[in-house]
């Protein structure tokens, strides 16, 4: 076995939750499952089938169509060819917000299901993996990646594919679990992130350094939030973790919908990013 991230071959057992072990890189920390070359199953991505029935308000948040309208207006100044393409698009909510915003905007999904919800939204979207499709050298100006380098079994391969397919200056977005985080180091074993869709787990040292070794610069890394749901289990016996998710976006529009609550979680996140305890990697970086 090699690291996914340095190619290095000397780990050491970080833990082991059922049938997963995971084991940390001794060169670049990277923290992966061992044996993950036969791991990436699509069956662990059926769930999307339950959602097909969805309307498109229960499928997409307000809450995250206003951080992602967000982010695409710090990255309007990029915008030259009006290309943009979302990798991992899941059930398209990005590009959806993107197309809304006039970018050329499109996705690739893995996916079965999730690439079947995005066609029935009228989403442009290609079900395959990044390294089968032909797309040409310096095509886009933005390509983002959210929560997807945590289920690859070649992490590298794709930022270097990302890189080669941004135009020079190009900027690539991406977000990741944060294997470093207050919750993880809380709950161990009992982290909800810890699960067999997630193949590889990045710090903030690892993540930077392959950016880096992948060329790109960064220009701006965060590392913030924490799921409420998910703390509260470390003051929970049975450790819990039904509906965590469903539970986690009521939290987050309470407290999109109060200012002071609001105050407050932006002085949580500013003590996340100082401290690197935040459960997500936020990260921004351009082509070099």
């Given at each position: 076995?090699?690291?996914?991230?340095?190619?290095?071959?000397?780990?050491?057992?970080?833990?082991?939750?059922?049938?997963?072990?995971?084991?940390?890189?001794?060169?670049?920390?990277?923290?992966?499952?061992?044996?993950?070359?036969?791991?990436?199953?699509?069956?662990?991505?059926?769930?999307?089938?339950?959602?097909?029935?969805?309307?498109?308000?229960?499928?997409?948040?307000?809450?995250?169509?206003?951080?992602?309208?967000?982010?695409?207006?710090?990255?309007?100044?990029?915008?030259?060819?009006?290309?943009?393409?979302?990798?991992?698009?899941?059930?398209?909510?990005?590009?959806?917000?993107?197309?809304?915003?006039?970018?050329?905007?499109?996705?690739?999904?893995?996916?079965?299901?999730?690439?079947?919800?995005?066609?029935?939204?009228?989403?442009?979207?290609?079900?395959?993996?990044?390294?089968?499709?032909?797309?040409?050298?310096?095509?886009?100006?933005?390509?983002?990646?959210?929560?997807?380098?945590?289920?690859?079994?070649q992490p590298r391969e794709y930022l270097l594919k990302a890189?080669?397919?941004?135009?020079?200056?190009?900027?690539?977005?991406?977000?990741?679990?944060?294997?470093?985080?207050?919750?993880?180091?809380?709950?161990?074993?009992?982290?909800?992130?810890?699960?067999?869709?997630?193949?590889?787990?990045?710090?903030?040292?690892?993540?930077?350094?392959?950016?880096?070794?992948?060329?790109?610069?960064?220009?701006?890394?965060?590392?913030?939030?924490?799921?409420?749901?998910?703390l509260a289990k470390v003051f929970s016996v049975t450790k819990?973790?039904?509906?965590i998710y469903k539970r986690n976006q009521e939290i987050r529009?309470?407290?999109?919908?109060?200012?002071?609550?609001?105050?407050?979680?932006?002085?949580?996140?500013?003590?996340?990013?100082?401290?690197?305890?935040?459960?997500?990697?936020?990260?921004?970086?351009?082509?070099?």
């Amino acid at each position: 076995m090699i690291c996914l991230a340095c190619k290095n071959k000397n780990f050491k057992l970080v833990l082991i939750k059922r049938n997963l072990t995971l084991v940390k890189c001794m060169k670049c920390d990277l923290v992966q499952v061992e044996g993950l070359e036969n791991r990436f199953d699509l069956k662990h991505y059926e769930y999307y089938k339950d959602r097909i029935a969805l309307h498109k308000n229960e499928l997409y948040s307000d809450i995250t169509e206003s951080r992602y309208i967000s982010l695409l207006k710090k990255l309007e100044k990029y915008r030259e060819s009006n290309r943009l393409l979302d990798i991992g698009c899941g059930e398209g909510h990005f590009i959806s917000v993107a197309n809304k915003m006039k970018w050329q905007a499109m996705g690739i999904e893995k996916a079965p299901y999730a690439a079947q919800i995005c066609k029935k939204l009228d989403i442009d979207v290609i079900c395959d993996d990044l390294s089968a499709i032909n797309i040409s050298s310096d095509y886009y100006d933005i390509i983002t990646m959210f929560e997807v380098l945590e289920h690859l079994t070649q992490p590298r391969e794709y930022l270097l594919k990302a890189r080669d397919i941004l135009r020079k200056n190009g900027i690539l977005a991406l977000t990741t679990p944060n294997f470093n985080c207050i919750t993880r180091k809380l709950l161990n074993i009992n982290w909800s992130w810890i699960h067999e869709e997630h193949l590889s787990y990045f710090t903030p040292k690892t993540l930077f350094w392959l950016l880096k070794e992948c060329k790109f610069k960064i220009v701006n890394f965060d590392i913030k939030h924490i799921t409420l749901p998910e703390l509260a289990k470390v003051f929970s016996v049975t450790k819990k973790t039904n509906n965590i998710y469903k539970r986690n976006q009521e939290i987050r529009e309470m407290l999109e919908s109060n200012i002071f609550l609001g105050r407050m979680k932006s002085y949580a996140n500013k003590f996340l990013n100082v401290t690197r305890l935040g459960e997500v990697i936020e990260c921004v970086c351009e082509k070099i």
